[in-house]
């Protein structure tokens, strides 16, 4: 397979080659264990690489789908040194805004209906769009949030670009055939296509605001539907701070063990009994409220996860939380594909190394998403596919793990889990407990009971004229009668010898005429039938069954 260039291409071709060969070299490439997919003979001291402020700043100019991969990297401290996550955070919300007068176009080819205000200045700039303050006719404020113009021409060309090149890692490179770059590549893609969908995002809103409203301490900003299409999101403005911007005075003065509690308990419903959750609470898209409340925004990102790995995973926390690194190990077995090279005893020993190392860590270093992120990259390492949904969940919690010790620097996440299990089983009894799920189940149980005589008055009367028969099928059931039929005749020939030698020993007493070597002839023959098929039993067994044995490695 070779990498097909397209001349159209060519500029971007150029910017990305620049970028990997400036950070191919770098403390990064070594870190995210990379370094196959780069010539590094040479070792080059970090201190002569790049800065890392210049990484934030390198894939901010390279537009839109690059700040999008700086931001999730951002938050992933597992995979950078932790020098490249502070400018890397700023791609969250600190990107250079467009525009007023493509504000303007965008909301007037959009929208029917005006705002009574708008103002021009946007409060933050991301990736995929802007925000703004405005106030509907009735003075209603509320958060505008725009998308950049153009954005979805420029992130598809940038996906030919990134397709190709994963495409050829992935045939040529040991790392790339490990770790599936066009299966990540396609999921990004459908995550930024998603993100790009602001009416998707405002269902998101709604259907995230409805599963969390028992949680009295979070808020999730609610849509305007008439002042939303898919370009233009407008949504209650909520006064707060991002949970960063807090000044070291206010969080001494802030009750966080409540706050940080309920925050991880939300999660918790989302992922093990909603099935939906917010995937991107990095401390940008968390704000404390000016009345001691949670807020989460920017739903563009949401995971999904089906009932049966829903229950795996509630599995897999427990056992991570009790330091049971052996049903750990089954579980991501079991919810994993495995490819020829999977190295069982390897990603065990790792797994219960990784257990143990989370066991004794301090509160300050407890991390439950980074335990989860490094079992995730430790199947793939040792040849197991692990589930896109493990991943993600993993980098959700490690930035709720981030956002909790924001709140409360003593918050124990395993405490809390361990505290929430019961409640969480009770839930997800009571959403599977549903009138149509009922329903069901007394459908079945009625046909069950309907037809149960019928069938006992059956059964009984084939047993009373000896009609019954029972038919078991077996694997190679052939090869298991010529197994037993073989055993049978090496005991039966055994039985034989036996008898052969006790009646040669009882004619050896007695004294006859016809004799060899001055013995009862008949007692002398009888043992030498007895040597001989002794002798032809040996052969058999040892020879014989060697080149049986030869037969099935071959």
């Known amino acids: 397979m070779k990498l097909k260039f397209q001349t159209i291409h060519l500029k971007r ?11 191919g070299r770098s403390d990064i490439v070594r870190q995210m264990g990379v370094d196959d997919l780069f010539d590094a003979r040479e070792e080059v001291p970090v201190k002569n690489g790049p800065a890392p402020e210049e990484l934030a700043n390198d894939l901010e100019a390279m537009g839109p789908t690059f700040i999008k991969i700086g931001q999730l990297l951002s938050s992933r401290s597992d995979l950078l040194p932790e020098a490249y996550l502070k400018p890397l955070s700023r791609l969250q919300d600190n990107i250079k805004p467009f525009s007023f007068e493509e504000v303007e176009q965008i909301i007037l080819s959009e929208l029917s209906k005006a705002f009574s205000e708008f103002d021009p200045k946007p409060i933050a700039a991301a990736s995929l769009g802007q925000v703004h303050l405005a106030a509907l006719r009735d003075g209603r404020k509320v958060i505008v949030k725009v998308q950049r113009p153009e954005i979805r021409k420029q992130i598809a060309e940038d ?38 969908n602001y009416e998707r995002e405002a269902q998101n809103l709604v259907t995230l605001g409805e599963n969390l409203v028992e949680f009295e301490k979070i808020r999730v900003p609610q849509p305007v539907a008439d002042y939303t299409t898919r370009s233009v999101l407008t949504m209650d403005y909520i006064q707060g701070r991002k949970i960063t911007a807090l000044s070291p005075l206010t969080r001494l003065d802030l009750n966080g063990a409540p706050l940080a509690s309920e925050l991880f308990n939300a999660y918790l419903k989302q992922i093990m009994v909603d099935g939906m959750f917010h995937a991107d609470p990095h401390p940008g898209n968390v704000f404390l409220t000016d009345d001691g409340h949670i807020a989460l925004i920017d739903l563009g990102m949401v995971g999904r996860i089906a009932p049966t790995l829903q229950e795996n995973l ?54 439950v998403g980074k335990s989860l992120l490094d079992m995730s990259k430790t199947a793939i390492d040792n040849g197991l596919f692990v589930p896109s949904e493990l991943t993600l969940l993993g980098k959700t919690l490690l930035q709720l793990d981030e956002i909790g010790k924001i709140i409360d620097p003593a918050f124990d996440p395993y405490a809390a889990f361990r505290h929430d299990i019961k409640t969480l089983l009770a839930q997800r009894l009571r959403k599977h407990a549903s009138q149509g799920t009922v329903v069901n189940s007394l459908l079945d149980l009625k046909n069950l009971f309907t037809h149960l005589p019928a069938r006992l008055n059956r059964i009984l009367d084939a047993v009373a004229n000896s009609e019954l028969e029972v038919k078991v099928k077996t694997v190679d059931a052939q090869m298991l009668v010529e197994g037993f039929q073989k055993v049978a ?27 060899i070597f001055g013995y009862p002839a008949l007692a002398i023959l009888c043992f030498l039938a007895a040597a001989t098929g002794g002798f032809w039993l040996l052969f058999s067994i040892f020879f014989q069954d060697e080149k049986i044995k030869k037969k099935k490695k071959l």
């Open 314 to 367: 509630l599995k897999l926390l427990i056992a991570v939380s009790e330091g049971d690194n052996e049903q750990a190990g089954d579980i991501i077995i079991g919810i994993s594909r495995t490819d020829e090279n999977f190295n069982k005893e390897q990603f065990r020993r790792r797994i219960a190394q990784i257990i143990a190392a989370s066991q004794n860590q301090s509160l300050e270093q407890l991390n």
């Open 489 to 515: 005749n090496r005991i039966t020939a055994g039985v034989i010898l036996g008898s052969l030698i006790l009646g040669a020993s009882l004619l050896m007493r007695i004294q006859t005429s016809f004799t």
């Open 159 to 196: 996906f030919e670009v990134l397709t190709q090149i994963a495409e050829f890692l992935d045939a040529h490179t040991e790392f790339g055939r490990r770790y599936r770059f066009l299966t990540v590549l396609d999921e990004f893609r459908m995550t930024i296509q998603q993100e790009l």
């Open 13 to 23: 071709y150029k910017e990305i080659a620049t970028l990997l060969w400036k950070y």
